[in-house]
T-cell receptor, first 116, second 113 residues
Framework: AQKVTQAQTEISVVEKEDVTLDCVYE???????LFWYKQPPSGELVFLIR??????QNEISGRYSWNFQKSTSSFNFTITASQVVDSAVYFC?????????????FGEGTQLTVNP | KAGVTQTPRYLIKTRGQQVTLSCSPI?????VSWYQQTPGQGLQFLFE???????NKGNFPGRFSGRQFSNSRSEMNVSTLELGDSALYLC????????????FGSGTRLTVV
């Protein structure tokens, strides 16, 4: 079975602070994909990044960066110099190539509030 | 290009009724997946359709069903609605089954009273 855990239910920061969202996953698949999605109040899930299990190279994209560590089964997400518009619920998700097919297994989500 | 379109945006139904939700994928996308989001259970996979065939199904009762048409548009149906079916239903499309390039719609918020 696959499982994604986001231990942080809510995070509140002041604008311009850096913030890291934690994600830990469990899977028996040797090949899998990890995702981060953002859900603003409008409800739509906005895709942020996808990583496959063979690519542990960390990535920076503008103010966003991701840290994938297979040894600890973690896929953390950092926002540098946070802005009010970053306020949303962030979901980490996992999809394996095993019996579960291409379904996404989501974590519980982390509500990020960035205060001015 | 147009994104994933879900209709209606909001829906209020009475317990015991049935409901049909619609999802139009991005043009050219052939795979459609459905997810249910509730405060208690979070985001849970319902089913996935590709080439008009259900390819994958989550752990939901038979009251939840779906289908996909030849133009890749998909519908999901919930019969004999229960209060616990109140949720945000999200649809995601991707080019092909298993290509993992999912794009989500804004969802249909269903309230069962």
């Amino acid at each position: 079975a696959q499982k994604v855990t986001q231990a942080q239910t809510e995070i509140s920061v002041v604008e311009k602070e850096d913030v890291t969202l934690d994600c830990v996953y469990e899977t028996r698949d040797t090949t899998y994909y990890l995702f981060w999605y953002k859900q603003p109040p409008s409800g739509e899930l906005v895709f942020l990044i996808r990583r496959n299990s063979f690519d542990e190279q960390n990535e920076i994209s503008g103010r966003y960066s991701w840290n994938f560590q297979k040894s600890t089964s973690s896929f953390n997400f950092t926002i540098t110099a946070s802005q009010v518009v970053d306020s949303a619920v962030y979901f980490c998700a996992l999809s394996g190539l095993g019996g579960g097919g291409s379904r996404l297994t989501f974590g519980e989500g982390t509500q990020l509030t960035v205060n001015p | 290009k147009a994104g994933v379109t879900q209709t209606p945006r909001y829906l209020i139904k009475t317990r015991g009724q049935q409901v049909t939700l619609s999802c139009s994928p991005i043009s050219g996308h052939r795979s459609v997946s459905w997810y249910q989001q509730t405060p208690g259970q979070g985001l849970q996979f319902l089913f996935e359709y590709f080439s008009e065939t259900q390819r994958n199904k989550g752990n939901f009762p038979g009251r939840f069903s779906g289908r996909q048409f030849s133009n890749s548009r998909s519908e999901m149906n919930v019969s004999t609605l229960e209060l616990g079916d109140s949720a945000l239903y999200l649809c995601a499309s991707s080019l092909n089954q298993g290509d993992y390039g999912y794009t989500f719609g804004s969802g249909t918020r269903l309230t069962v009273v």
